[in-house]
């Protein structure tokens, strides 16, 4: 791992077209509140309960197994975003990443993809809401969802270091929730660890098959969405103090915890679950009541459903610092602009903020599995042009630039766009349509209005240079 900074010479500066100057977010976060942040907004709690069992459904007891070839993956990825995000700063994230480097048209299609991931994440894991608050409510999981989402949109409009406070706490009880649930699942064990190797899932009628790596593949951008968050970094990068150093290490801090905290309990379930059946209906709670006690169960459930509150206030204040970027680098007519660039008296981007959040809870009335594959497509295609922008980190004024450079340059990131297209081809059918589709639209929009407006609109801005 090369974590050193080059020597101090001249920073790449973009070219603002623009009278007005550009907006700037306040540098108030250290890596301590960052990592707090950015690690929330991975949920490892939150992942693990919403997300984990939609695996179990499919893939059984080769669930663990596939997470672990996602994370090997996001490794690749963590390191793409760690050199890109320090080479370029910005609240934009992936957009001003693979923009800046690639070409302003990569950098809107990576836009589209991350507006897509954004929008449709928060509302797929607020719908989890419910499902653990049943042991003191009932719930249905969409209005579950919609309350989540708005509620996390009155925190975000809020100073974003009291946040930082607020979800550190949360998180705490996260990490608390899953220690507790690792712990009763090996003290309950089952089966040997040869079954996380040799996949097998149960049918409704409870009868077991094998399970192979098509069907283990074909979920690889669940498997990848798992541990997605820990690109928040990038979106906090104009808040980081010192981003030079401070991004990079929070994403690798970020992505190896959230690893932890995820693989030791999805094991731990795999091995204690009483059989095959149960495992495969991803009824955590019910396993955790019957490795203990119903009190038990319940405190376990109502500390997933504060982290998926966590999580949602997280997700709000990073997406919106998407929308606040793409108004500041004129994505839009001047009205939007302006509005998505508005700040409160908390310095948060009020209107941005809302635009996120309102619609997310809106979405929570969407179809959960519909949500969630086009997110698995949305994310691998992600990760797929951050990787082809890595290709192009080290070339012209960039190539001397102060940032974090990742080993193995360039074949880690030729790999991993090998990789990535791999997983695109054995997602499934309808979501590549819907994502295809979206995507197609949105690059009309940028055949007729952005690009016949290049010295005006989608001009990528980067703050100002703040080395210590």
């Known amino acids: 791992m090369t974590d050193t900074l080059r020597p101090p010479t001249a920073a790449p500066t973009a070219v603002v077209t623009s009278t007005e ?30 997300i984990v069992p939609t695996l179990f459904n499919s893939l059984g007891t080769a669930t663990a197994l596939t997470i672990g070839i996602g994370a090997i993956i996001c490794v690749a990825v963590a390191f793409a975003y760690s050199e890109l ?36 994440v928060p509302a797929v894991i607020a719908m989890g809401t419910s499902a653990y608050l049943a042991p003191i409510v009932h719930l249905n999981p969409s209005v579950a969802g919609a309350g989540v989402m708005l509620a996390a949109t009155v925190a975000g409009l809020l100073d974003l270091r009291a946040n930082a406070w607020i979800t550190g706490i949360f998180l705490v009880l996260e990490v608390i929730a899953a220690g507790v ?68 290490r929070t994403v ?12 030791v309990p999805t094991i731990a379930i795999t091995l204690g679950a009483p059989d095959v059946a149960s495992l495969t209906g991803g009824d955590i709670s019910s396993m955790v009541t019957g490795w203990s006690n119903s009190a038990v169960g319940t405190f376990i459930s109502l500390c997933i459903a504060l982290a998926i509150i966590n999580a949602g206030i997280v997700m709000v204040i990073q997406n919106s610092r998407v929308l606040f970027a793409s108004g500041r680098d004129k994505a839009w007519p001047e009205p939007v602009n302006k509005a998505f660039g508005t700040l409160n008296r908390f310095n948060a981007p009020w209107i941005s903020t809302l635009a996120v959040g309102v619609p997310g809870a809106a979405l929570c ?21 951050v990787a082809v922008a890595a290709l192009f980190s080290r070339r012209g004024a960039h190539k001397d ?10 074949v880690l990131p030729a790999l991993l766009v090998v990789a990535l297209l791999y997983v695109l081809t054995q997602l499934d059918t309808t979501a590549l349509i819907w994502t295809g589709a ?31």
């Open 21 to 50: 100057a550009p907006r700037k977010l306040n540098r108030s976060l250290g890596i301590v509140g960052g990592t707090l942040l950015t690690l929330s907004c991975v949920t490892p709690a939150s992942s693990l309960f919403v």
């Open 401 to 410: 630039a102060p940032a974090w450079r990742q080993p193995l340059w360039p």
């Open 181 to 248: 649930v690792s712990f009763l699942g090996f003290a309950h064990s089952q089966r040997g660890a040869g079954s996380l190797v040799h996949g097998v899932v149960a049918d409704t009628s409870g009868a077991t098959s094998g399970v192979g790596l098509t069907a283990m593949m074909a979920a690889m951008g669940t498997a990848l969405f798992v541990t997605q968050g820990f690109s928040t970094a990038i979106y906090l990068s104009e808040e980081l103090e010192n981003p030079r150093k401070n991004v990079a």
């Open 252 to 263: 690798l801090w970020t992505l190896g915890l959230s690893a932890v905290v995820i693989m």
């Open 365 to 385: 009335f969407v179809p959960l599995t519909q949500l969630t594959n086009i997110t698995g497509v949305s994310v691998a295609a992600l990760y797929l042009l």
């Open 85 to 120: 995000g320090t080479l370029i700063p910005s609240a934009g994230g992936e957009y001003a990443m693979v923009g800046t480097l690639a070409g302003r048209f990569a950098g809107w299609l990576v836009f589209i993809q991350s507006l897509l991931v954004v929008m449709i």
């Open 438 to 468: 979206i995507t197609a639209v949105a690059s009309l929009y940028w055949v007729l209005y952005l690009r016949p407006r290049q010295e005006s609109r989608w001009v990528i801005t980067l703050p100002e240079d703040e080395r210590a």
